[in-house]
């Protein structure tokens, strides 16, 4: 399969992600599946070709009340974190919610102005401003996926030196794209 941002990858990942495109060849061919979450070949096709990541994309639904996706991410361990990062599709756009615990503030991610209603919660809001910010009507989802790697780091980020993230699209794609496959391994 040719994509966008394979010239970005090694020549060894691009050998693996062209044996995971044979090994799963139909669309709904499942790549990877934890409770309620699943993704499929069709969802790396989407991120690698430069698609609109829908809601519908990797989650399916709920199969139950209550779901542990993975068993050290429980309600003791969620009690005791000091970080939320919680990535949201609101009428069709993606934007990004880091809950501080320990500051009890919750900053909004997003890449366009208006996206999300700003009185969500009685915690002190904070959007954070001058992030990168996409020149399209299809890359939100990479874009918050972007700002959850940069909000875990815990570091202070300077924003203005990462304003060009609209032209790295691609390479970004065929690394999550690559990091998806990966999973095919465990």
Known sequence: MEYPGKIFLT????AFMDDCFKKFNKKDDIIFQSGNIEINRGDIDDILTNQYLADNHAYRGYKQDFQIFIQHINPESV???RLIVQPICFKGHWVLIVGRLKEKIKQIHEDKAGAFPSDITTWKLQTVRGVPTQSNDYDCG?????????AVL???TDWASLKNWQKYMPKFRAELGYALCLTTKM
């Open 79 to 81: 009690r005791e974190s």
């Open 154 to 156: 815990r570091q202070k």
């Open 142 to 150: 990479i874009f918050v996926c972007k700002y959850m790697e940069r």
């Open 11 to 14: 020549t060894e990942q691009q």
